[in-house]
Antibody, heavy 119, light 109 residues
Framework: QLQLQESGPGLVKPSETLSLTCTVSGGSISSSSYYWGWIRQPPGKGLEWIGSIYYSGSTYYNPSLKSRVTISVDTSKNQFSLKLSSVTAADTAVYYC???????????WGQGTMVTVSS | EIVLTQSPGTLSLSPGERATLSCRASQSVSSSYLAWYQQKPGQAPRLLIYGASSRATGIPDRFSGSGSGTDFTLTISRLEPEDFAVYYCQQYGSSPRWTFGQGTKVEIK
């Protein structure tokens, strides 16, 4: 059974770079059928798509975050990663990684990891 | 950018009642790329419906999706206690990019 697990620091200082990794287990990240994505949710608010990546390395970013986001994939480790630069308090959120299936829906999600931006 | 607007913001119903949730898009959305999710407090979202009307694996048949173009609906035929949660619609569009609605909370009346 495919599982996703986010990992990374829970606290990041303002102006620094947030870095998270999603480890995929129970299946291969190199499957041609899927994209992999990052979604975030500020406390008490809705969901925001951050960006997605294909195993080949093709990336797609939310235009509102594009200047600060980098998503990469490491097929040898079955992982993909998120970097968000120049963070502010507005970037405080639960960050989820997820798999996107053929109809554009995210069918498998990690449990999420809370990241707080604070000095 | 396609904006998804969900209504109502909150739906207060009793177990056993029927819930009808709306998702309206600012531009036409391909039915193939409209999904619905359920989220309970402290949990990740769970995919309920994809392709506007197809139930995801393991989803009970009391959940159904319908609609096309700019108007989509999620219906829960008879609410069970575990169905009280927040529901989000989501579309996958050109660029490509993904956008979510702001959510509808289904609460116990």
């Amino acid at each position: 059974q495919l599982q996703l697990q986010e990992s990374g620091p829970g606290l990041v200082k303002p102006s620094e770079t947030l870095s998270l990794t999603c480890t995929v287990s129970g299946g291969s990240i190199s499957s041609s059928s899927y994209y992999w994505g990052w979604i975030r949710q500020p406390p008490g608010k809705g969901l925001e798509w951050i960006g997605s990546i294909y195993y080949s390395g093709s990336t797609y970013y939310n235009p509102s975050l594009k200047s600060r986001v980098t998503i990469s994939v490491d097929t040898s480790k079955n992982q993909f990663s998120l970097k968000l630069s120049s963070v502010t308090a507005a970037d405080t959120a639960v960050y989820y990684c997820a798999r996107r299936e053929g109809h554009g829906a995210f069918d498998i999600w990690g449990q999420g990891t809370m990241v707080t931006v604070s000095s | 950018e396609i904006v998804l607007t969900q209504s109502p913001g909150t739906l207060s119903l009793s177990p056993g009642e029927r819930a009808t949730l709306s998702c309206r898009a600012s531009q036409s959305v391909s039915s193939s790329y409209l999904a619905w999710y359920q989220q309970k407090p402290g949990q990740a979202p769970r995919l309920l419906i994809y392709g506007a009307s197809s139930r995801a694996t393991g989803i009970p048949d009391r959940f159904s999706g319908s609609g096309s173009g700019t108007d989509f609906t999620l219906t829960i035929s008879r609410l069970e206690p575990e169905d009280f949660a927040v529901y989000y619609c989501q579309q996958y569009g050109s660029s490509p990019r993904w956008t979510f609605g702001q959510g509808t909370k289904v609460e116990i009346k």
